[in-house]
C-alpha cells in the first residue's frame, strides 16, 4: 500500500474559522511533510516532520500549526487564516532516516482550501 | 545552495510525437534528481530519479531521463506521447538538512498533447 490519504478534500473557511487538515500513511513511513501549492506554482515546503519531532519549519506564520500524534498521522490546525492561504495543501511522507536525502516521497491528493 | 530550472513553462505536442522537457540544476553537494509528475486534481508522483550509476534512468511509462554532470542538465524524454501524458510536471533536487529530505522544485512545465 502506498497510498497517502487526506481529509477533506474541498474545504471552504472563514477567516475566525478554526478547522484542521488530516493526513494518513501506513507505509511505516517516518517522515512526513507538509506542502503549500498555488495554482500554477510548484509545491511550496511548509513543515518536515522526522520520527514525529519537527525538523523543518519554513518560516511558517503561526496560524499554522502542525501536530504529529503518531508515525502514521499528520495534522495542520489552521486559525485565523487569510484570503492569500487559500491553496492546495499537500501531505507526502517517506521512509526517513540517514538514507533520506535519496527517498522517494508520496504525495496525498491534497485537500482544496478556499478562505473566505 | 541548491536550486532547480525549468526552461520551459508550456509545452504543447502532437500525439505520438516525442517530447523533451527541459531541467538544468544548481549544487554544490552529491546530486540527487527528481521527475515528480502532477496529474490535474492530484498529487504528485514520483516518475523516475536519478542517485547515482548509469547517468540515463527510465519509467515504467516509457519515460527517460539523462544525467548530465557536465552540463547541470537531466532532461526529461519520451519517445512517443499519449493524451494520457498531459499532466504539470516538476524536476526537483534534494538536500537532507537535519535528517529529513527537503526538495527544491522547478517551476514545473505543463504539458498538453493535442490530438
Known amino acids: 500500500d502506498t497510498e497517502v490519504t487526506q481529509t477533506p478534500k474541498h474545504l471552504v473557511m472563514g477567516m475566525t474559522n478554526k478547522k484542521s487538515l488530516k493526513c494518513e500513511q501506513h507505509?511505516?513511513?517516518?517522515?512526513m511533510y507538509w506542502y503549500k501549492q498555488k495554482a500554477k506554482k510548484p509545491p511550496e515546503l511548509m513543515f518536515v516532520?522526522?520520527?514525529?519531532?519537527?525538523?523543518i519549519n519554513e518560516s511558517v506564520p503561526s496560524r499554522f500549526s502542525p501536530e504529529c500524534p503518531n508515525s502514521s498521522l499528520l495534522n495542520l490546525h489552521l486559525h485565523a487564516l487569510q484570503p492569500e492561504d487559500s491553496a492546495l495543501y499537500l501531505c507526502?511522507?517517506?521512509?526517513?532516516?540517514?538514507?533520506?536525502?535519496?527517498?522517494?516521497?508520496?504525495f496525498g491528493p491534497g485537500t482544496r482550501l478556499t478562505v473566505l | 545552495a541548491q536550486s532547480v530550472t525549468q526552461l520551459d513553462s508550456q509545452v504543447p505536442v502532437f500525439e505520438e510525437a516525442p517530447v523533451e522537457l527541459r531541467c538544468n540544476y544548481s549544487?554544490?553537494?552529491?546530486?540527487?534528481l527528481f521527475w515528480y509528475v502532477q496529474y490535474p486534481n492530484q498529487g504528485l508522483q514520483l516518475l523516475l530519479k536519478?542517485?547515482?550509476?548509469?547517468?540515463l534512468v527510465e519509467s515504467i511509462n516509457g519515460f527517460e531521463a539523462e544525467f548530465n554532470k557536465s552540463q547541470t542538465s537531466f532532461h526529461l524524454r519520451k519517445p512517443s506521447v499519449h493524451i494520457s501524458d498531459t499532466a504539470e510536471y516538476f524536476c526537483?533536487?534534494?538536500?537532507?538538512?537535519?535528517?529529513?529530505?527537503?526538495?527544491?522544485f522547478g517551476q514545473g512545465t505543463r504539458l498538453t498533447i493535442n490530438p
Open positions: 536519478y542517485l547515482s550509476g548509469s547517468t
Open positions: 516532520y522526522s520520527y514525529e519531532k519537527l525538523s
Open positions: 549544487s554544490s553537494v552529491s546530486v540527487y
Open positions: 526537483a533536487v534534494s538536500a537532507h538538512p537535519q535528517g529529513a529530505q527537503k526538495l527544491v
Open positions: 507505509m511505516g513511513h517516518r517522515a
Open positions: 507526502a511522507s517517506s521512509r526517513g532516516g540517514l538514507a533520506g536525502v535519496t527517498d522517494t516521497q508520496y
